[in-house]
């Protein structure tokens, strides 16, 4: 509103840490094999993450160097609601890389438990790896702000299988 008594500003996004994650963001994007699902999140989150950080670098200066006393805070009020628009479409590309990202985590372990089994059996390496993907999923319902107990119990029956049979081989 420019009425503030007390003017904070915004902190800055060290430009430098965010040209880094694009360069290593390209140099993951480009090995093989290709994952297009993650590939394709990552770009949304890198372009929404760029596009943040020079606004957030344009703010950052106005405030540091208390122009809002010149403009009586016109290019403030001018920001704030394309800042705003920036930080959630942060936070939505954000979301959905991580989401994307989760996929490929599970498809990976999932992978890696179908070898251990395969060339170990179901000793207490793969149980340790299975208990934990399975407390994995089950976390990943339980956080979420809207819980949904039916879709909790088929995860919650799947953790407690395996430990079970973790603990029968235990004994």
């Known amino acids: 509103t420019g009425n503030e008594k007390v003017i904070y500003g915004l902190y800055s996004l ?8 694009v360069t290593e963001f390209e140099q993951a994007s480009a090995m093989r094999p290709a994952l297009p699902a993650l590939d394709s999140a990552g770009k949304a989150y890198i372009a929404s993450l760029a596009a943040t950080d020079k606004l957030v670098a344009e703010a950052y200066t106005y405030y540091d160097r208390e122009n809002y006393k010149d403009d009586k805070f016109a290019k ?37 438990l179908a070898h251990i089994e395969k060339t170990e059996g179901r000793k207490l390496p793969y ?16 956080g979420d702000e809207t819980f949904d107990a039916a879709a909790a119990a088929p995860r919650m029956e799947a953790f407690e299988a395996i430990a079970d049979e973790a603990m029968a081989f235990v004994k």
């Not at 060290?14 to 994650?21: G, L, T, W």
């Not at 149980?127 to 319902?141: C, G, I, T």
Request: aromatic share 8%; charged share 20%.
């Open 14 to 21: 060290f430009s430098d840490d965010v040209k880094e994650c």
């Open 76 to 112: 403030g009020k001018a920001l704030h609601g394309p800042l705003a628009a920036s930080f959630d479409s942060f936070v939505q590309a954000s979301a959905a890389f991580s989401k994307t990202l989760d996929v490929e985590n599970d498809n990976l372990l999932s992978a890696q």
């Open 127 to 142: 149980y340790q790896m299975a208990l934990m993907a399975k407390a994995n999923q089950l976390a990943d319902v339980l």
